[in-house]
């Protein structure tokens, strides 16, 4: 199972555990929960991959972290057990140090 998200952002699954993964649609943020028999929970696991983009990007959001929050929010009156994952690409610029 590959899931792929903002244009660079993907997971790769191994396909005997496909099964057990169910991927929730989402604007910003790749959400995938992991079934509770899979890891031998009282519940399922909810998992969030999300690529934080420069304010220039065709992906870019206003307020990114907010967004996800709303989102999170949402998802917590449902989920026991939530990981977030995240990362960010910064922009490189030259710097003239006087």
């Not at 509770?36 to 929970?41: A, I, Q, R, S």
Request: aromatic share 10%.
């Amino acid at each position: 199972m590959n899931m792929r998200k903002s244009g660079g952002l993907a997971i790769e699954i191994h396909k005997n555990i496909t099964k057990y993964l169910t991927y929730i649609e989402s604007d910003l943020v790749l959400w995938f929960k992991i079934d509770k028999h899979l890891v031998k929970t009282d519940s399922d696991i909810l998992f969030s991959v999300t690529l934080v983009t420069p304010e220039c990007s065709d992906y870019a959001d206003n307020d990114p972290f907010l967004s996800i929050q709303v989102e999170l929010n949402e998802y917590l009156r449902t989920y026991n057990h939530v990981c977030l994952l995240a990362t960010s690409i910064l922009e490189q610029k030259k710097l003239t140090i006087i």
